[in-house]
């Protein structure tokens, strides 16, 4: 019995001792925890320490703020803290992201110096000039094109200095037929060049409208692969340059310098009966094509069924009238004769296209220096035949009283449905122009390196 007492006894000792240490430990060595409960004693002990002070409005506060106590104030002060960091790094992840994936966006200003700048402004991409009045001194738009911001600068007021440049990217549009806008164009070009030494540009096009016979030497210096500024050439007619990397055809398109309209095809253009077979108004050279098909015409008395009209001078020019009755004239033919001048192509081709009047085309070379080229053998019209071109395609004048035979025994239903096929087309083949012009100038431009 004495055992048990004695074993109780050093039980009770040795717990005695264990609870003093642990005591002791929580006391001098453990971090003090304080919990919400903890917080909450610790408030109502400050808060009942603080003298209560009247008043006016509601009598005694409660403390010197004169705010109602929120026990889990500082939990809820913390988690807001964490919310707002995870906001703060996820949107700074999606703009990472964003970012990485957006695509890029170019800038291009095209300074348009010749007539054919507004077939490529206005009627293919087409864009708005603000002043709508085509005597305005200065005119200018914006369109944008896959990747790239085109603006479009034009008028007489369009001079060197005077453009505001927002980018070092820059598109020429020139002429170059004729001695004195070669001198005009070469003056330009000077000018970019001097940009692109002073670093504000960088890149350079030109769009020429170069020589009928293909004539283009005084230009070759400006290319880049001559060590001139030039990245990339866009020209007119069937030039033997061509090559499809630096140098790419363009079509002559419509006679902009004669204000031919943007033409808005209708349900009736495409419907009505024309009450002609074919038309021809234009210019005879002596010794020409020209003379033969109105002869032509004459002794197999089709004058009759075609409209006619013949001028010996050419004229730049046209009268409001004069102009009228040609427009009408494409309007009211179910062809339009094309005949060749000092080049195959001419304004006359697209002209017709806009009315739905199927061109009639005489398909010869013209003498001069076109011809093919190391991206075609197929000339002339390389551009026009690689696209398609719905057109009549004639070797010689002489097989014409055949082709309107046929055009005799065509219903209008047949005739209605060749019209809406060749008005589908020249829109097809204008989209397709922008965005191969566009695609030349991003690749040049941009993706050079």
Known sequence: MKLSRRKICSIILLSYLIFSLYAAYNAFFKTRLISRVHRVAKKITDSSQQPLRPDPKKGLAASEEGEEWNPWEEDEKLESLSVQQRR??????????????RPQEYKVQIWGKAAIGLYLWEHIFEGVLNPTDRAAQWREGAVQSGKIHFSFYTGPAVVQGRIPLDTDSVVLVLNGREDPKIAYATQWLQYVQALVQTHEVNHVGVMLLGSEKCSNEWIRPHLRRHGGVVDLLFLVYDSPWVNEEDVYQWPLGVATYRQFPVVAPSNKMVHTRRPYLCNFLGTLYKNSSRETLMMILKQDHLDKECITAAREKWLPQETRDSSGKYQSALLQSDLTLCPVGVNTESYRIYEACSYGSVPVVEDIMTPGSCG????????PLRLLKA???????????????????RERKMTLPEKAERRQGLLEWYSNFRQQLRERFTAAVEEAFFHDG
């Open 88 to 101: 703060k790094d996820s949107f700074r992840l999606f703009q990472e992201h964003f970012g990485k994936n």
């Open 372 to 379: 093919k080229s190391l991206a075609s053998h197929t000339a």
């Open 387 to 405: 696209m398609g071109a719905p057109f009549i395609f004639l070797r010689d004048w002489r097989e014409l009283p055949a082709v309107l035979e």
